[in-house]
């Protein structure tokens, strides 16, 4: 059930929200053995908290899933990793503070890349999440079990979070609707940072009206994280059903050549079509700068990585190697071995375009570009209301099929990227399945993508969309 429909049953009686958390861990046994969506849930916990929930609340009794990269007081705290593997969180994250003023109930730490730097949910050191549509082929990534549990229904929604299309990438591939809000309009105050100019922390859900419920929940100012943005937080909801009729959709050249898969252009340009049999108008638009966004992201987003990881020293949390030589070889061993092969090969691209003699060439003018692409994006919203383009190029791919190149791997988010080093909205929505080679109906998803702070008009066309 949605949270809308569960949320209807609690208020009438017919149900609890011990009985809902009881009847999740049912569906965790009997399914999870194949999706690896979860880390850990602590049923326990859960059910003290759903003891005293408050049914009055938006969120009253729901529990509600968080990737295993922001903190819950008392819980693990991963990342998807080794070097955290015995963390327990010391303080919860402000979205976590919200949720439960809002009345949910965080329940189960899902999975993911280590330290988010992945598409697939494969550079998990703790185990690889598979999509529940066909269990040979990835969840997506980096919030792949977000995603994955949400598609089978192991949990009603969750928590991700999107650097570069860690939620609207595995949301597409799995099926559901996934919400990267503008940066700066949900707090990123513990959440463990990738890329701290990119990440953002936003609901992956069954329905946009869920997406909507938990927006409201989360969004806000928070003093306690320098990035976010004192700025009024619309009701969502108010203006959800509103329709499309007399938007302008603006369809991105750039989004709509060679190399997306036939199939799932297919699905995507019925989506556009069906806004605009609801009265939306389509104009075509350019974003001269998109060919750059991939160059550029893995520029910016690991040279913030190697900033942000080089806390990971093994003397005040996390894995520490035993029987050092000394401090140098406490740090060298301690990373060497707590970090994963995506993880430092991130850390060293990123300290690598950092350093002297090459900070211009690289990191300087990958910020430049940045601002090109922003005002791309700048000037197209002074034309129409929102953008329509894929998600993915292609549906799910076979687990272990990206082989040893991690360029075809990056590219996978040419569609996804652009938003982030812009710091616009974008949500994917599911917009029908393609056929895979050996008989599967795959997933795809019909990206959406708005002004900054613009969330209310893109959940407007989102449920236009999904309607």
């Known amino acids: 059930m949605t949270i809308t429909q569960l949320r209807q049953q609690l208020i009438a009686g017919e149900t609890t929200p011990a009985a809902i958390l009881e009847k999740l861990v049912e569906e965790i046994s009997a399914r999870d053995n194949l999706t690896g969506s979860y880390l850990s849930h602590d049923l326990a916990s859960a059910l003290a908290e759903a003891a005293n929930a408050d049914l009055s609340l938006p969120l ?3 529990p509600i899933a968080i990737k295993d990269n922001m903190n819950v007081l008392g819980q693990p705290c991963t990342c998807g990793s080794k070097f955290l593997e015995n963390y327990i969180a010391p303080y919860d994250a402000t979205v976590i503070k919200k949720l439960r003023a809002a009345g949910a109930i965080p329940f189960g730490r899902m999975n993911q890349d280590e330290f988010a730097m992945g598409s697939s949910t494969e550079n998990s050191a703790l185990g690889k999440t598979s999509n529940p549509h066909d269990h040979t082929r990835i969840a997506g990534g980096s919030s792949g079990g977000s995603a994955a549990a949400v598609a089978d229904r192991t949990a009603i929604a969750a928590l991700g979070s999107d650097t570069g299309g860690s939620i609207r990438q595995p949301a597409s591939h799995c099926g559901v609707v996934g919400l990267k ?3 700066g309009r949900v707090s990123r105050y513990g959440l463990v940072a990738f890329a701290s100019s990119l990440d953002q922390i936003g609901p992956l859900t069954q329905s946009v009206e869920d997406a909507a419920l938990i927006l409201q929940a989360i969004a806000g100012f928070d003093p306690a994280d320098s990035t976010s943005l004192d700025a009024p937080v619309p009701d969502y909801l108010a203006t959800l059903n509103n329709g499309v009729r007399g938007l302008r ?46 160059a550029t992201y893995y520029v910016i987003a690991p040279a913030e990585a190697s900033s942000n990881l080089s806390r990971f020293d093994g003397i005040r949390y996390g894995h520490r190697a035993s029987n050092p030589a000394d401090i140098l070889d406490l740090y060298k061993k301690s990373r060497e071995q707590g970090f994963g092969p995506e993880v430092k090969r991130r850390i060293i691209l990123g300290t690598y375009v950092l350093s002297s003699g090459y900070y ?5 003018r990958a910020q430049k570009v940045r601002t090109l692409i922003r005002r791309d994006f700048e000037n197209a919203f002074k034309k129409v209301d929102a953008i329509l383009a894929p998600v993915v190029p292609s549906s799910a791919r076979k687990i272990g099929a990206a082989g040893a190149d991690p360029l075809q791997e990056y590219l996978s988010d040419i569609f996804t990227i652009a938003a982030n080093l812009a710091g616009i909205p974008a949500i994917s929505i599911p917009c029908g399945t393609v056929l895979s080679d050996d008989g599967k109906n795959l997933p795809v998803g019909l990206q959406i993508l708005g002004p900054h702070l613009g969330e209310a008009k893109l959940l407007q066309i989102a449920k236009a969309a999904e309607a």
């Open 60 to 62: 009253g009794g729901i």
């Open 249 to 294: 959709l603006g369809i991105p050249r750039e989004y709509f050549g060679e190399g997306i898969d036939p199939g799932v252009r297919t699905q995507v340009e019925k989506s556009i079509q069906s806004l605009a049999d609801q009265g939306a108008e389509l104009i075509e638009i350019s974003l001269p700068h998109t060919e750059y966004a991939v």
């Open 181 to 183: 809000p503008s940066y």
């Open 360 to 364: 211009d060439a690289y990191y300087s």
